[in-house]
Nanobody
Framework: VQLQASGGGLVQAGDSRRLSCAAS????????IGWFRQAPGKEREAVSC????????DYADSAKGRFTISRDKAKNTVYLQMNSLNPADTAVYFCAASRTGPDTLVACKVDEFTYWGQGTLVTVSS
């Protein structure tokens, strides 16, 4: 199981950015995929999760209305579209996977996810 996160970079406040998480060695159908972030000096926190069951999507309060998580089954990739970025969104963003099966929901929390990709840095300047 491997996850490859990409798409980070330096953006201006108000800009948009799309992060990608490409999975290899497994198919996403039976896995919940989450996006998490860690800002300097802070703990890693959940941003958004796409459950394998029922198409459920979870968002942190900070992400609601601005970020959208989506799956592309053909590309075995999960995206995080981030709009209206602000400096508080500056962090290393990680994608992670949790094998849950088609009928199980998993809490969108760091300790519920087993497989982690390397992070991609998003820096939002004011």
């Amino acid at each position: 199981v491997q996850l490859q996160a990409s798409g980070g970079g330096l953006v201006q406040a108000g800009d948009s950015r799309r992060l990608s998480c490409a999975a290899s060695g497994f198919t996403l159908d039976d896995y919940a995929i989450g996006w998490f972030r860690q800002a300097p000096g802070k703990e890693r926190e959940a941003v958004s999760c796409a459950q394998s069951a029922y198409g459920v999507k979870d968002y942190a309060d900070s992400a609601k209305g601005r970020f959208t998580i989506s799956r592309d089954k053909a590309k075995n990739t999960v995206y995080l579209q981030m709009n209206s970025l602000n400096p508080a969104d500056t962090a290393v963003y990680f994608c992670a996977a949790s094998r849950t099966g088609p009928d199980t929901l998993v809490a969108c929390k760091v300790d519920e996810f087993t497989y982690w990709g390397q992070g991609t840095l998003v820096t939002v300047s004011s």
